[in-house]
């Protein structure tokens, strides 16, 4: 398994700004995920973090909206840009340890609320 | 096309007896997991239970178990003993080749005392 830490844990934010989320792991990992869980939805996948390359992001998600870096095998961050209220979801951080493991752990989540 | 369905959006259960929650999927990857998680509301995403496609033998891990039922689709998550603690939402989740997880949109247990 994978101990996962993100911060900040919790945040309300206004409308128009910007917040970036951390995503730590106390161990390499192969890949890195990032989810958006809307309230009493499902996780939606934003995106897969390329270490020293560009993310790769699913349909309806966008590099402008959600820029995320991944410097080393370890620590993530994903920006919610220029937010609405519609930005308002759990975002989660996620891993595994070998690109062949079906194994994927989740972090505790960000709870971000913009009003 | 590659979908999870969880029919049951909410169930409850008498702490200490047992409980099924449904999960189906389809898929037409021949390699694939499936996977169940609980979702406390504190909204950590807490890993249950995995089941491989090709797992000969239904998967356990303390008190839960996956009833895999290959033929038909299906990947039922068994509680046993009902724990209060175990109140929760309840995702199961696929992963076909590739990195993509799909899930359900999740069962709510409730245990009543």
């Known amino acids: 398994s994978a101990v996962i830490s993100q911060k900040p844990s919790r945040d309300i934010c206004q409308r128009g700004t910007s917040l970036t989320i951390q995503c730590q792991v106390d161990s390499q990992v192969t890949m890195m995920f990032w989810y958006r869980q809307q309230p009493g939805q499902s996780l939606t996948l934003i995106a897969t973090?390329?270490?020293?390359?560009?993310?790769?992001?699913e349909s309806g998600f966008v590099i402008d909206k959600f820029p995320i870096s991944r410097p080393n095998l370890t620590f993530s961050t994903l920006t919610v840009s220029n937010m609405s209220p519609e930005d308002s979801s759990i975002y989660l951080c996620s891993v595994t340890h070998r690109q062949d493991s079906y194994e994927q752990y989740f972090g505790p989540g960000t709870r971000l609320t913009v009003t | 096309a590659q979908k999870i369905t969880q029919t049951q959006p909410g169930m409850f259960v008498q702490e200490k007896e047992a409980v099924t929650l449904d999960c189906t999927y389809d898929t037409s990857d021949p390699s694939y997991g499936l996977f169940w998680y609980k979702q406390p509301s504190s909204g950590e995403m807490i890993f249950l239970i995995y089941?491989?496609?090709?797992?000969?033998q239904n998967a356990t891990e303390g008190r839960y178990s996956l009833n895999f039922q290959k033929a038909r689709k299906s990947a039922n998550l068994v509680i046993s003993a009902s724990q209060l603690g175990d109140s929760a939402m309840y995702f199961c989740a696929m992963r076909p080749t590739g990195n993509q997880f799909y899930f359900g949109t999740g069962t709510s247990l409730t245990v009543i005392p």
């Open positions: 089941q491989g496609s090709y797992d000969q």
């Open positions: 973090a390329n270490q020293g390359s560009e993310a790769t992001y």
